[in-house]
């Protein structure tokens, strides 16, 4: 198991705000040379402590402006069951995110979509059609106002103005 030490947590820290931080920009952030960064980071994605580098792009450039949040609970938790449900994931593109949780519902999906009408079809096409699905509960989100650790600009308001 690798251990992590403070620095790993630097470079763990600092990547995760800016994954295109060079080992030379890494190096002046931590005080470690650009050799140790890099031997550092290499170590890092070598233990899968660093998973993957990817861009954070706004829902409108792909043309899914709508996010929904949908509490699932199963008919019941046999390996057939789970493992239905977990190829349906797999295989929809539309589901971003999804987790298993304790409580009323057994997942939370966070889904992106272009519109309301494209959530529905996602809900009643594709979700409750599952075998496995005993109950859904959607949220649709209003606001995003925190992703990936990151606050997200606030658009600038027009309250007051005439």
Known sequence: MYQIDDYDLKILTLLQSNGRLTNAELSELTGLSS???SRRRIALEQAQL???YHARLAPDAV???MIGLIEVKLINHTPNC???FHTMLENV???IDAFKTTGDADYLLKVAVANLQSLSELISQILA???SVAHLKTS???NRLKENGIMIPA???TAGKN
């Open 50 to 52: 660093i998973l993957g």
């Open 140 to 142: 649709v989100v209003l």
């Open 93 to 95: 593109d539309a589901i």
């Open 129 to 131: 059609q599952n075998s």
């Open 63 to 65: 043309g899914q402006e």
């Open 155 to 157: 658009l600038p308001t």
């Open 82 to 84: 789970v493992a239905t």
């Open 35 to 37: 050799s140790q960064c």
